[in-house]
């Protein structure tokens, strides 16, 4: 789990700037993020929304005794930086938090540098290229994550194999991603939302239900079911 000198060498203090996400309970997530990489080694906007989502009054008021997230096993996909999953285990959650081996680096370091805000919950990263063998990660998790990740028309058929594969009749699916209107983009996404569309129910949570300032005209959050 924690880093060896070498990996924490590799990401070195000139390699990375930080992005904060204040909690509501006044603590502070600390995302690294690289200046070189590939896409996942920045936190996007879809990830911000959907992580402030996460603290919404339905999920967790400990106020009121409501916390959904205590003890739910939770699976990230496309996981970047972690910023969604870290704020999953800090509410509560058993998260792991998957990527490709590329970003595992940076998943851990994140881990590691956010570990005091996890209490209850935990967090651990993986390795999960989509379409491939998903056996480790079953039975199916009470909830999936994913932000941001419907953007690459080669993922498309391998992403929704994946989230058939790992999830069951109990599993929310919950997605978030950024409505883009350039290139391909609009095409990617209404491929993805055919195919789910076949083995999925989507519901689109309104804005009153999202966090009050987090929250993006073009930015969508979805809970994704398996039809029965
Ligand atoms: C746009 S980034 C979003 C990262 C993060 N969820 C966020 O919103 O900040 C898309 C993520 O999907 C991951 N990804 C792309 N293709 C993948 C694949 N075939 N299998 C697993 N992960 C993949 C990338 O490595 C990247 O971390």
Redesign the pocket.
């Known amino acids: 789990m924690f880093l060896s000198a070498n990996m924490a060498a590799n990401i070195n203090a000139s390699h990375y700037f930080v992005r904060e996400i204040d909690k509501n309970d006044g603590c502070t997530l600390k995302l690294k993020q690289c200046y070189m990489g ?11 929304v ?1 992580a402030k989502y996460l603290e919404t009054k339905q999920f967790y008021e400990p106020s009121s005794g409501v916390n959904v997230w205590a003890d739910r096993r939770v699976l ?6 972690g ?2 999953g870290l704020m999953a285990a800090a509410l509560g959650a058993q998260v792991t938090v ?3 081996e ?2 595992q680096t940076l998943l851990r370091l994140n881990i590691q540098e956010n570990q005091t805000l996890i209490k209850s919950g935990s967090i651990t990263a993986k390795v ?5 063998d998903v056996s480790e990660y079953l039975p199916p998790p009470h909830y999936i994550l ?4 419907i ?2 028309e ?2 498309i058929v ?2 929704v194999e ?1 989230l058939k594969l790992l999830s069951g009749p109990e599993t929310c699916i919950i997605c ?1 991603y950024e409505q883009r209107t350039e290139g391909v983009n609009p095409k990617v996404e209404s491929q993805f939302f055919k195919l789910l569309q076949q083995h999925f129910v989507c519901e689109e949570i309104p804005a009153d239900k999202q966090d009050p300032e987090f929250n993006c005209p073009d930015i969508h959050i979805l809970h994704i079911r398996r039809k029965v």
């Open positions: 590939d896409v996942g080694c920045v936190v996007w906007d879809a990830a911000i959907l990230e996909l496309g996981a970047g930086t910023a969604v998957t990527d490709l590329d970003l999960l290229k989509w379409g491939e994913m932000a941001d990740c953007y690459y080669q993922s391998p992403l994946s978030c």
